[in-house]
């Protein structure tokens, strides 16, 4: 198989990962690799040293080159105050880092993949009082589930404000992903999240709270006492 068009890299065979979380690969196209010479050291596979600029010597660390340590000489570089390079061993020229020390290099395709789980959601029957980030916390009673690489808007569930929203969520998707993304899944779920709504009057007045989801999750803005536990089971 050879990849000659861009629109030919879905053809690819790619190990798909769990369903629904986001993951990345890099995949090595089949028939798309050769071997060239190394750019970096012209295929010789050493680099020049930049340390002593290929000279193999560097000045004396002990003296700083004078050749006079405290009124002696020298004895780490015998009174020259010039030592060996350390980065190069004194060969002038170092293992090339780009080839390691190959003097060639493979050159392929790399084909790059991510995996995106795209979750869209409608939340119906708002409650003003009750920030829609709280209903995401909680679990609610699973009235429809469908899986399947394209699902279709639900029609016949008995409130028409969930049709809506459905058929809403099937076309953004479409829209959104269909032309730029593979789409390999599609789950659609109805939840039904219970939210009671609790009217209590505290020293002469009058306040609200809201218990949601199975959990029996409590949620106020206003409690009027900081101090104790509250839980409703
Ligand atoms: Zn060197
Ligand atoms: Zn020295
Ligand atoms: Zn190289």
């Not at 690799?33 to 050493?46: E, I, T």
């Not at 000489?73 to 390691?100: K, P, R």
Request: charged share 20%; glycine share 6%.
């Amino acid at each position: 198989m050879r990849i000659k068009k861009r629109s030919r890299k879905w053809d690819l065979v790619v190990p798909v990962p769990a369903l629904f979380q986001d993951c990345k690969a890099e995949v090595r196209i089949p028939h798309t690799s050769s071997v060239k010479g190394c750019h970096s050291c012209l295929r010789l596979g050493r680099s020049v040293c930049v340390e002593c600029m290929a000279s193999g010597r560097r000045q004396c660390g002990l003296c700083s080159g004078s050749g006079w340590y405290f009124n002696n000489q020298c004895l780490a570089c015998g009174g020259t105050g010039i030592a060996v390079c350390i980065s190069c061993g004194g060969m002038g020229s170092t293992v090339c880092s780009t080839c390691y020390g190959k003097g060639k290099l493979l050159w392929f395709l790399k084909l790059k993949i991510k995996w995106k789980n795209n979750i869209h959601k409608t939340v119906l029957y708002k409650h003003s009082e009750l920030p829609i980030d709280q209903l995401e916390k909680v679990i609610g009673e699973n009235l429809f589930t469908e899986m399947n690489q394209l699902v279709y808007p639900v029609v016949s569930f008995p409130d028409n404000a969930v049709n809506a929203a459905s058929r809403e969520a099937v076309r953004a998707h479409q829209a959104q992903f269909s032309t730029t993304c593979r789409i390999l899944q599609q789950r659609q779920t109805i939840e039904l999240i219970p939210v009671t709504r609790v009217h209590y009057s505290w020293k002469e007045k009058t306040h609200i709270y809201f218990v949601y989801g199975a959990e029996h999750k409590v949620y106020t803005k206003d409690y009027p006492v900081k101090c104790c536990c509250c839980s409703i089971l």
